[in-house]
């Protein structure tokens, strides 16, 4: 198992009351990042892609959470 802790920089948004929130786990945001070719190779350079697997375990042998901090609020 891998525990990965993501920076969200200064991101915030309000989520009001029947308001759902979805996880989307990808290896890019071409072309609003840099691509990646899921290679390692340097992104600058190469020209070789391979097409990435990502998987989010959900099992009681594979537990899996998304951890958000609570901000009061007015109100």
Do not use: C
Not at 19 to 25: D, G, P, T, Y
């Amino acid at each position: 198992m891998t525990a990965f802790e993501i920076d969200m920089w200064s991101t915030s948004h309000v989520f009001r009351a029947g308001h759902r929130i979805r996880l989307q786990v990808s290896s890019s945001a071409f072309p609003k990042y840099d691509r990646n070719l899921n290679t390692g190779a340097s992104i600058a350079t190469a020209t070789e892609m391979m097409t990435a697997v990502n998987s989010v375990w959900h099992t009681s042998d594979y537990p899996s959470a998304l951890v958000l901090p609570e901000i009061p609020g007015d109100g």
